[in-house]
């Protein structure tokens, strides 16, 4: 079946720097990725729909400037998590469609963020 | 906005035994999906649910959706300690098979 990759799966990085996490559909062409947070314990959130070729939607209270969407291609979108702080790890897990006509969802294995 | 709530929200059971978990939405759903977790790592997909009164059947695992479209639960026969993880709901609120609003998820346990 379809595969989305994520990489990396973990990641540590210092207060103040960027991070970039790709999200990859393996066998399939997605024009829309959407990427999800995941606090310990929680449910996922959406944060964004990440459209090939043009910007970003965001949902309510994610803000733009801190997490930053590229869908360069139709197969990898990107999230940059720019300027770094310990309230921004978590894990965050993006998704793309398969345009069969099942419609199914695919996950990706998820990337865990430390901020230190 | 849509809003899932899935129960119970944790689960113990001995392994062999049959459970439910459920999932109630505040609007009419255009799709459910049930997704399984291990935490930590991403999600891993069940079934999908269109029509009022669907009932699919993977393994050991059946899911049902009613009639009204709101409601969904997934039955899992002679648990077995794989059976173990988080279990969420999401739904598809706008139709277009996309992006999902999540339950608030099932966190089961499946003792020896």
């Known amino acids: 079946g379809a595969v989305v990759s994520q990489h990396p799966s973990r990641v540590i990085c210092k207060s103040g720097t960027s991070v970039k996490i790709e999200c990859r559909s393996l066998?399939?062409?997605?024009?829309?990725m959407f990427w999800y947070r995941q606090f310990p314990k929680q449910s996922l959130m959406l944060m964004a729909t990440?459209?090939?070729?043009?910007?970003?939607?965001?949902e309510q209270g994610v803000e733009k400037d801190k997490f930053l969407i590229n869908h360069a291609s139709l197969t990898l979108s990107t999230l940059t998590v720019t300027s770094a702080h310990p309230e921004d790890s978590s894990f965050y897990i993006c998704?793309?469609?398969?345009?069969?006509?099942?419609?199914?969802?695919?996950f990706g294995e998820g990337s865990r963020l430390t901020v230190l | 906005s849509q809003e899932l709530e899935q129960s119970p929200q944790s689960l113990i059971v001995q392994e062999g035994k049959n459970l439910t978990i459920n999932c109630t939405s505040s609007?009419?759903?255009?799709?459910l999906y049930w997704y399984k977790q291990k935490y930590g790592e991403g999600l891993i997909f069940l079934m999908m649910?269109?029509?009022?009164?669907e009932e699919k059947s993977h393994e050991k695992i059946t899911a049902k959706l009613d009639e009204k479209k709101q409601q969904s639960s997934l039955h899992i026969t002679a648990s077995q300690p794989s059976h173990a993880g988080i279990y969420l709901c999401?739904?598809?609120?706008?139709?277009?098979?996309?992006?999902?609003?999540f339950g608030t998820g099932t966190r089961l346990q499946v003792t020896l």
């Open positions: 998704s793309a469609r398969d345009t069969n006509p099942t419609g199914e969802l695919f």
């Open positions: 066998d399939f062409q997605a024009t829309t």
């Open positions: 990440s459209n090939e070729g043009s910007k970003a939607t965001y």
């Open positions: 609007k009419t759903l255009y799709g």
């Open positions: 649910l269109q029509k009022g009164g």
């Open positions: 999401g739904a598809d609120g706008t139709g277009t098979a996309s992006k999902l609003t």
